[in-house]
T-cell receptor, first 115, second 114 residues
Framework: GAGVSQSPSNKVTEKGKDVELRCDPISGHTALYWYRQSLGQGLEFLIYFQGNSAPDKSGLPSDRFSAERTGGSVSTLTIQRTQQEDSAVYLC?????????????FGPGTRLLVL | AQSVTQPDIHITVSEGASLELRCNYSYGATPYLFWYVQSPGQGLQLLLKYFSGDTLVQGIKGFEAEFKRSQSSFNLRKPSVHWSDAAEYFCAVGEGTGGFKTIFGAGTRLFVKA
């Protein structure tokens, strides 16, 4: 049983470029979460997907951030016109279903550096 | 707004000694509470969680936490620390139905000395 995987492991980009970060959840997990971990802000919730429901985007820091989840499995987090303050580790997690009852399993993260 | 405070940025304990990591939260209702551990180079791992029931919660790796509503606290404890426990520990509150939206504390870095 593979865990949550994320790609790329590391990404270096120039300010103003767009980046896409990928998350492959554990097979059969219907809930998927994105978080960001940065030196300045610590760990922050970004967005949450549950099955085919509309995602909860309340944690996205600006409209430059978006995410989608295709076929209820793989998710892509896109950051447009990257800024230096976007530099962080982006973590993805999945769980069987939503909420307290289910344990979240985290991926290793994508380390993003914006120059 | 909900918030989580971990007053200790870092703590050093001797191997074999007991450990208590402090966590205070601000939340209007009965909170979903979590402790996570992040070891160097590792992803986040859930240690334990609480929503209702017995206020003393047992987790993995020999950890436990106690929910004290009167003190708005959810402190993490371990009776005897092992060198492998050196890591960063995050307390968190869950918002939303089922507590899916997690608000994390700033973390406490644990150092273990021989």
């Amino acid at each position: 049983g593979a865990g949550v995987s994320q790609s790329p492991s590391n990404k270096v980009t120039e300010k103003g470029k767009d980046v896409e970060l990928r998350c492959d959840p554990i097979s059969g997990h219907t809930a998927l979460y994105w978080y960001r971990q940065s030196l300045g802000q610590g760990l922050e919730f970004l967005i949450y997907f549950q099955g085919n429901s509309a995602p909860d985007k309340s944690g996205l820091p600006s409209d430059r951030f978006s995410a989608e989840r295709t076929g209820g499995s793989v998710s892509t987090l896109t950051i447009q016109r990257t800024q230096q303050e976007d530099s962080a580790v982006y973590l993805c997690a999945s769980s069987v279903s939503r909420g307290y009852q289910e344990t979240q399993y985290f991926g290793p993260g994508t380390r993003l550096l914006v120059l | 707004a909900q918030s989580v405070t971990q007053p200790d940025i870092h703590i050093t304990v001797s191997e074999g000694a007991s450990l208590e990591l402090r966590c205070n939260y601000s939340y209007g209702a009965t909170p979903y509470l979590f402790w996570y551990v992040q070891s160097p180079g590792q992803g986040l791992q859930l240690l334990l969680k609480y929503f209702s029931g017995d206020t003393l919660v047992q987790g993995i790796k020999g950890f436990e936490a106690e929910f004290k509503r009167s003190q708005s606290s959810f402190n993490l404890r371990k009776p005897s620390v092992h060198w492998s426990d050196a890591a960063e520990y995050f307390c968190a509150v869950g918002e939303g139905t089922g507590g899916f939206k997690t608000i994390f504390g700033a973390g406490t870095r644990l150092f273990v000395k021989a």
